[in-house]
Structure formats: structure tokens, C-alpha cells
């Protein structure tokens, strides 16, 4: 007797092969067998005729390390069909990592992520120090999959403590890493993480800023010992510096026979040839055998805020974030301070953030009244005779802070040309960000954007091709064993979707955080059941609990 039966679906088995009417049949975890008419009971069978049957969505860059410990269904990646993450990008991750370095950790995440303190420090009890530590933490009660990565910036921070934010490392430190990420991937880390950008809450580099390429050489030859993934995030502002990244990651993946990739590649209309000129670049190297892997979003960028908390949306306005960083109370004096806020209006531009700011849509807070919700800051601005940078601070001080912006569509978002970049096979889906960001915006939705407008919309790719993009592509790319396709004896890791409607629903706040706080996420469409390990995790818009997730295995 099976212990699943899905029953008359359109089974795109995530080959690239034309999808076909079958059964799939699911015993102990695994794919029992697909076909049409399979004889057989069942313990469960979910009727699945007009829809299509898949293999579970893997996104390889997020950052669910710290909320994996306090929900392990890693809300609300199952409900976009999501059964395999990869967190513990961007140098970042929760281990190895001393006790009194931890308080320093805190801090990047929080400046690099968005993640509120209380995330860290209300949510669990921090019991290890150990990447097998902290993979026992996580494995209590996961219902998805995970394939960690470790960060570079905590392995510098293990060995060097403070120095790792000051200097180069001895080669005796450097052997030290070495023999750290060795004991990390043997606990099961699928690869390291690094970053040549990111700073932490005193804007101070972090850690992996300052390893010279000696350390990441040798950090890359542990790698190869093991096949695993580098991934970095390059100082993708700046075209020719990317290239040059391109490039050597390029030597490094030749040199030690490794994966490696770069998140993320946006494609502006500020910077136009941007984008193509990095993904021919990734083309040149690997037609020399090197495999450097582009990651690139679906999705536009949307970014929600209010001044109750700083955003990324006030990345490239150094005062505007030194004055959001400040104590709630110290944050309101400065905002009604009119020294204060004339220096913010000039951070914000000679037009007085009319190009930056003037689209903002006004989209609720407990406090605003509803005659403004849904316009645009620009529109009332010119009602109050002020710039919008001056009715941003001032609307805001009025009604307690708690008044909430939308940026939509701030880049990355021409559907004519992203499209066939995403159907380039060198073009790795991913850069979703989950997890991190959680006030600012909502960073699922990728792979219902995908279908919805790539395959439904543009018809730049077909159905079965976004199924590989994001199933066995994924699986293969980063070496995940046994995952990615319906394969007889492969995990049962399963999404049942109506390809007629899954796209990208609409955002929303949800107040599940610890210490009240507030996260946006985007809700479900299209999504019937998920199955993860040859359980239903997600169903009907119901979790069920399940916790038969697991860390992934390495092929």
C-alpha cells in the first residue's frame, strides 16, 4: 500500500520533458512510482486531474537561518510551493560562532537582512557554538528541507575574534579556517558563503571584506576536497568590478574543480547593459569549463517602510539611516527637529526626493487616516505645499511614525527584458531573499511571478522549462541528492499547482514575529498541496505540521 496517491495530473517531472497524464505514487519518503492508471491502494490520495504535478521548488539564496528555530516550515516558502532553502548567504550564518561573538552577529544581521534583535534573542535558547550544533537546533521540527550554508565572515570571526574586522589574516589563521570549514562541511554545510559589499550596524565592513584572495584560495581548496559550493555577493553597483569577480571566480572554480555563484544580477534601466554584459562574461568562462552561476530574481523590487525602523529603501541616504538607527524616542526629537529635517530633505536630493520619493504610495500603519492610503506622496505633497521629502517626515511625525510606504516596481522589473535572461540555461533562479528584509518587503512570490508572467504572459519560457529552472536545474547546480525530479526512488519532495492561475499574490503584513513585530509576506495562489519527504506539509492554504523535513543530502 502506498502512503500517497496523486491521481490524474499533468506530471512535468522537472526533466524538461513534455509534461504527460499519470499517477504518482509515494512509500517511505520516496517516488514509488509514476504512470498512468497505477493499481494500488493508498493511505492518502489527492485527486490532482487539471492540475500539474512537479517536483518541490528549491530557492538557493536565503535567509531563514534564524527563524528556521522558531518555525520550521519557514513561513511562507511552502506555500509558494518551496520544499528545499538554502540559507547562510552573504557571509552570514548562525555557526560556528562563539557565545561572545554574538552579540556582534546580531548586529550584521540586522543591518545586512533587516532582522529585528528580538528575533535573535526572544525566539529560542542559544545552546550551541558548533555547526553540528546548530544543525541539531534546526532539525527538531523542520517541515522543509535545508542545505545550509556557512558563512566566511563567521569562520574569520571563530579564529581571529576582533582582528577579523581589522586586518588580513597570518597563514597559520588561514590554515585554522581551513580546518573549521573542513569540520563544517563534514556536519553538512553544502558550501561557503562570502561577500565583498555588505557592512554591519556601524557600517563597518564585515568580516569576509578583509580576507585577502591567499584566504579565499585556500578556503576554496577545502571546497574542492568536498565538490561544495562558493557563493558570493559581488559589488554588483559597479559593472566592471562584478566582471572582474566574474573572473575569478572563474579561476577558482577551474583551479579546485568547485561551484560557484554570484546574487544578485538586476537589470536596470539606469544601468542597461549591466546584466548582459555580466551573463556574456559568465559565458566566456564557462565555455573554459569554469561553472559561475548568475543568480537572478523574478520579481520586481518592492519596498515597504515607515520611519518606526530603518529600511532599505534609506540604503544610499547616509542621513536618513544614521537618524532611523536611533532610539524610538531620540528618532521622533531628531524628525521634529527642523535642523534635522532640513538636513534630510537635502540628503534627499536637490528636488527634495520629488524623483526618489513622489511615487511612494501611501498604504496604511495603524495611524493613517484612510483619505491618504493609496496615493501617491507626491500627490500629497502638493495639497500640503512641501516637497515630499518634507511630507514624508512630516505626515509620519503626525501620526506617530506608524504610516507605511510602498516602492513598487523600483527596478528589475522589465518583464520584455528579464524574461530571456531567465530562460538562458546558464541563469541560475534565485537571489529571493527569504527570510531577510521581512519589514521592508516581501520576498516571496518569485515562483508564481515566474509562471505567471514568463511562461503564461511572455511565453519566453514553456511550462516544463520553469519547472527544470527551478526543480533539477537547482538540484544539480548545487549538487542536492536525490532531489529536483519524479524519479522512482528520489525524496518526495511534490507541489500541485493550476498552471492556469499560480502567480504572485498580493502582500500583506503579518505580526508573528517575536517581540510583536511585523513581517510583509504574499499570500498563496495557485498552490494545491505540498509534499515534503512523502508528507503533506502544506494543503488547502492549511500548514499541517508535519516536520519531516530534513537537512539535505549532498550527491
Not at 197 to 216: G, I, M, N, T
Request: glycine fraction near 10%; include cysteine.
Amino acid at each position: 500500500m502506498y502512503d500517497i496517491l496523486i491521481r490524474g495530473g499533468l506530471v512535468v517531472d522537472g526533466s524538461g520533458a513534455p509534461g504527460h497524464l499519470a499517477d504518482v505514487a509515494v512509500k517511505d519518503g520516496r517516488i514509488a512510482a509514476v504512470g498512468a492508471n497505477l493499481p494500488g491502494e493508498a493511505l492518502q490520495v489527492i485527486e490532482a486531474g487539471g492540475q500539474v504535478v512537479a517536483p518541490g521548488f528549491i530557492d538557493p539564496h536565503t535567509h531563514f537561518d534564524v527563524q528556521l528555530l522558531w518555525d520550521g516550515a519557514a513561513r511562507p516558502a511552502l506555500e509558494h510551493g518551496i520544499t528545499s532553502i538554502v540559507p547562510g548567504n552573504c557571509s552570514l550564518s548562525l555557526a560556528p560562532l562563539k557565545a561572545g561573538d554574538r552579540a556582534g552577529l546580531i548586529g550584521m544581521f540586522q543591518q545586512i537582512e533587516e532582522l529585528p534583535p528580538e528575533a535573535f534573542t526572544q525566539a529560542f535558547e542559544w545552546t550551541w557554538e558548533d555547526f553540528a550544533g546548530y544543525r541539531a537546533a534546526l532539525e527538531k521540527s523542520l517541515s522543509i528541507n535545508v542545505a545550509p550554508l556557512v558563512g566566511h565572515s563567521v569562520i574569520r570571526l571563530w579564529v581571529m575574534g576582533a582582528d577579523a574586522q581589522q586586518r588580513a589574516a597570518r597563514p597559520d589563521e588561514i590554515v585554522a579556517m581551513q580546518d573549521l570549514l573542513r569540520e563544517c562541511l563534514q556536519a553538512g554545510a553544502v558550501g561557503l558563503s562570502t561577500s565583498f559589499v555588505d557592512v554591519d550596524e556601524k557600517a563597518r565592513p564585515v568580516p569576509s571584506r578583509f580576507a585577502q584572495f591567499d584566504e579565499l584560495d585556500a578556503l576554496c581548496a577545502v571546497l574542492g576536497e568536498f565538490g561544495r559550493m562558493l557563493q558570493i555577493v559581488p559589488e554588483f553597483y559597479d559593472t566592471d568590478i562584478t566582471i572582474a569577480r566574474i573572473d575569478q571566480l572563474a579561476e577558482l572554480s577551474l583551479k579546485h574543480g568547485i561551484p560557484t555563484t554570484f546574487s544578485p544580477v538586476f537589470d536596470s534601466h539606469l544601468t542597461p547593459q549591466a546584466a548582459p554584459r555580466q551573463l556574456a562574461r559568465v559565458a566566456e568562462q564557462f565555455a573554459r569549463g569554469a561553472r559561475v552561476w548568475p543568480q537572478m530574481q523574478t520579481r520586481p523590487i518592492d519596498i515597504s517602510f515607515s520611519l518606526l525602523r530603518p529600511s532599505l529603501f534609506f540604503a544610499r541616504l547616509p542621513t536618513w539611516m544614521r537618524t532611523l538607527r536611533l532610539p524610538l524616542d531620540e528618532r521622533m526629537a531628531a524628525l521634529k527637529d527642523p535642523a534635522t529635517a532640513d538636513r534630510l530633505v537635502t540628503d534627499a536630493g536637490p528636488d527634495g526626493g520629488a524623483r526618489l520619493m513622489g511615487d511612494l504610495i501611501a498604504r496604511g500603519g495603524d495611524a493613517i487616516p484612510p483619505a491618504f492610503a493609496g496615493r501617491t506622496l507626491g500627490e500629497i505633497a502638493a495639497e500640503r505645499g512641501e516637497v515630499p521629502a518634507r511630507t514624508l517626515i512630516t505626515l509620519s511625525v503626525e501620526h506617530g511614525l506608524d504610516v507605511a510606504f510602498l516602492a513598487a516596481n523600483r527596478g528589475h522589473d522589465r518583464t520584455d527584458r528579464i524574461g530571456p535572461m531567465l530562460a538562458d540555461p546558464l541563469v541560475h533562479i534565485g537571489a529571493s531573499d527569504g527570510g531577510a528584509h521581512i519589514a521592508s518587503f516581501a520576498t516571496y512570490g518569485d515562483t508564481g511571478f515566474l509562471f505567471s508572467e514568463y511562461v503564461r504572459k511572455a511565453g519566453v519560457l514553456t511550462l516544463e522549462a520553469a519547472v527544470k529552472k527551478i526543480t533539477s536545474d537547482t538540484a544539480a547546480i548545487w549538487g542536492l541528492k536525490d532531489r529536483g525530479s519524479l524519479t522512482p526512488g528520489y525524496a518526495a519532495d511534490i507541489v500541485v499547482f493550476d498552471a492556469a492561475t499560480i502567480g504572485r499574490g498580493e502582500e500583506r503584513p503579518v505580526f508573528d514575529m517575536p517581540g510583536d513585530g511585523m513581517r510583509y509576506v504574499r499570500d498563496s495562489v495557485g498552490i494545491d498541496t505540498v509534499v515534503v519527504n512523502g508528507e503533506v506539509a502544506w494543503a488547502k492554504g492549511e500548514y499541517s505540521g508535519s516536520a519531516s523535513g530534513e537537512i539535505c543530502g549532498i550527491a
